[in-house]
């Protein structure tokens, strides 16, 4: 890969790149960076840095590594216990966007999956049809059938998260157009934009914000600031982010001032 001299790419487009060839490489050197993308070492550095302050790779000498590469994936049972009021709120506000009659994506983690208890808890509601990858999720929703229409999207089962990944988990996505998805991730950030820990999720969660007339990003406020390796989204194709009370006023005024209109969930008191 390089890029002409001629054509100097924008920097936050160049250090994407970068964080794509080092997630697939592993370890890639400064000077493989300069080379590759026609740029000095200085410049390759300062990128580096801006991506370490991101917490998306660490700085090793003579060139940097994949952040967190090598650590083991938290089980959905895990992660269920982080933040669990937190998500609660962000679950009820997301829930609150949906209308009788609609169409809803509602992609696999646990905080979308405290989006389906809310939906299930809205008794007026009527006519919805949710999609989803999440085996949790469609049995959260088996208890408003047959108020609602739950579809699963079939594919190859993911233990750990208990969703449905490729091959075949974006066919029927192929054939659907949703008026709304909910999509999870693991790092919401300004100039790196929603992505996720695991590449077969974020293929399909990417698939899930193509098929949908709006995209709504539900993350609670660890997730802010962070930049993971399979990228969904940037912030500008998506309709709005749903944090919640821990997300620090900093990050939130970044994403607000890249454009991204952003609701914090009150608490649950």
């Known amino acids: 890969m390089s890029e002409s001299p001629r054509d100097p790419l924008p920097a936050a487009l160049r250090r994407e790149r970068m964080l794509d060839l080092i997630g697939r490489a592993g370890f890639v050197r400064v000077s493989e960076l300069s080379e590759a993308f026609q740029v000095s070492d200085v410049t390759v550095r300062s990128d580096l840095d801006a991506l370490d302050e991101q917490q998306s790779i660490r700085r090793v000498h003579g060139g940097a590594v994949l952040r967190g590469a090598g650590m083991r994936e938290a089980s959905f049972e895990e992660a269920l216990e982080a933040s669990a009021d937190e998500k609660r709120a ?75 990944v490729e091959p075949l988990a974006s066919s029927l996505l192929e054939r659907v157009h949703a008026d709304l998805a909910f999509i999870g991730c693991t790092g919401v950030h300004p100039s790196g934009g929603i992505t996720n820990v695991n590449l077969p999720e974020a293929d399909l969660k990417r698939a899930m914000v193509t098929t949908a007339e709006r995209a709504v990003v539900v993350a609670d406020g660890s997730k802010l600031g962070r930049t993971h390796l399979g990228r969904i989204a940037g912030v500008d194709e998506v309709a709005a982010l749903i944090t919640g009370a821990s997300a620090l006023s900093p990050q939130l005024a970044a994403l607000r001032g890249a454009g991204l209109p952003v609701t914090v969930a009150a608490g649950l008191g």
């Open 90 to 164: 962000i679950g009820l506000a997301a829930a609150s966007l949906v209308t009788s009659g609609s169409s809803v994506l509602l992609d696999v983690g646990t905080t979308t999956a405290a989006i389906a208890r809310a939906l299930v808890d809205r008794e007026e509601l009527t006519d919805v049809t949710v999609i989803t990858n999440g085996l949790t999720i469609a049995l959260e929703l088996e208890r408003a059938i047959p108020r609602f229409q739950v579809v699963v999207t079939g594919g190859t089962l993911r233990p750990l998260q208990h969703s449905l």
